[in-house]
T-cell receptor, first 111, second 113 residues
Framework: TQLLEQSPQFLSIQEGENLTVYCNSS?????LQWYRQEPGEGPVLLVT?????EVKKLKRLTFQFGDARKDSSLHITAAQPGDTGLYLC???????????FGTGTSLTVIP | EAQVTQNPRYLITVTGKKLTVTCSQN?????MSWYRQDPGLGLRQIYY???????DKGDVPEGYKVSRKEKRNFPLILESPSPNQTSLYFC????????????FGPGTRLLVL
């Protein structure tokens, strides 16, 4: 069983469209991170959120941490082909020192 | 340059032949981890270490060993590899703190025949 469930698993959209990726759990997280991974490389951190309800913006990307710190979303406005990649959420639950990753969302933006 | 290095990057081996994948970081990070990445399963933590001589099991530790004798190094040992350990392996490190970035190595692609 996965502690963090991501949806959708695959997403193929046209350039210029908006999209949202979801990361859900029944557990409370002390912090939650979003990563982007290119083929053949390790994940690269995009953002970390730690406060319930926190919203962070990174250019066209908007990240939100749920009020109860159990879920998060990533919204991309006006997607571009350069946004293509695997998006992963990851977090450390309130108890313990393990990190858990979601299953990932593979995004393809078609020019 | 701040980085996490892994060696080898690619490895083909046979069932039962012991192997070690090395991991080294030059950022003086306390926390180091090993993950494996499989299609449809995402990254799963194998082992992690919070500091020298402190290691703990992650989600999928069976068949793996680790050691943390120095702060910078965190090798992953497969004593008797089996085909179900064929995977893409990542080492990562981070300082301690909620907002701290976790830095990943370039990955080691392992095939066990």
């Amino acid at each position: 069983t996965q502690l963090l469930e991501q949806s959708p698993q695959f997403l193929s959209i046209q350039e210029g469209e908006n999209l949202t990726v979801y990361c859900n759990s029944s557990s409370v997280f002390s912090s939650l991170q979003w990563y982007r991974q290119e083929p053949g490389e390790g994940p690269v951190l995009l953002v970390t959120v730690v406060t319930g309800g926190e919203v962070k913006k990174l250019k066209r990307l908007t990240f939100q941490f749920g009020d109860a710190r159990k879920d998060s979303s990533l919204h991309i406005t006006a997607a571009q082909p350069g946004d293509t990649g695997l998006y992963l959420c990851a977090g450390k639950p309130n108890t313990g020192n393990q990190f858990y990753f979601g299953t990932g969302t593979s995004l393809t933006v078609i020019p | 340059e701040a980085q996490v290095t892994q060696n080898p990057r690619y490895l083909i081996t046979v069932t039962g032949k012991k192997l070690t994948v090395t991991c080294s970081q030059n950022m003086n990070h306390e926390y180091m981890s090993w993950y494996r990445q499989d299609p449809g399963l995402g990254l799963r933590q194998i082992y992690y270490s919070m500091n020298v001589e402190v290691t703990d099991k992650g989600d999928v530790p069976e068949g793996y060993k680790v050691s943390r004798k120095e702060k910078r190094n965190f090798p992953l040992i497969l004593e008797s590899p089996s085909p179900n350990q064929t995977s893409l392996y990542f080492c990562a490190s981070r300082p301690w703190g909620l907002r701290e970035t976790q830095y990943f190595g370039p990955g080691t692609r392992l095939l066990v025949l």
